[in-house]
Nanobody
Framework: QLQFVESGGGLVQPGGSLRLSCAAS????????IAWFHQAPGKERERVSC????????HYANSLKGRFTISRDNAKNTAYLQMNSLKPEDTGVYYC??????????????????WGQGTQVTVSS
């Protein structure tokens, strides 16, 4: 089964940073556009960032205001989400997903084909 393995979550104080990783399992990243999603407790999963298959195009949710950075290393078959200036509302489970297209699709796109199991991020003092 094609999937991602996410890591890097944990407990962090407000204002702190975390770097999430998303390693491809049983497939290779080239040719796939990748996104990170956030599901806060009791809320629907929302896309926070996306990176195109060649890494040249990135998109972020407006609410992030430059705090997060998405990247990918195709040679390592891994994508990343650097999260800075974390806030309590960033708490939740973060998932990565991939689809075999070149560019980031619209925000409401719902045909992401490959998912990870999620990693928990808790921002609390």
């Amino acid at each position: 089964q094609l999937q991602f393995v996410e890591s890097g979550g944990g407990l962090v104080q407000p204002g702190g940073s975390l770097r999430l990783s998303c390693a491809a399992s049983r497939f290779t990243l080239p040719g796939y556009t990748i996104a990170w999603f956030h599901q806060a407790p009791g809320k629907e999963r929302e896309r926070v960032s996306c990176i195109s298959s060649d890494g040249r195009g990135t998109h972020y949710a407006n609410s992030l205001k430059g705090r997060f950075t998405i990247s990918r290393d195709n040679a390592k078959n891994t994508a990343y989400l650097q999260m800075n200036s974390l806030k309590p509302e960033d708490t939740g489970v973060y998932y990565c997903a991939a689809v075999g297209i070149s560019n980031c699709p619209g925000y409401n796109y719902n045909r992401w084909a490959i998912w990870g199991q999620g990693t928990q991020v808790t921002v609390s003092s």
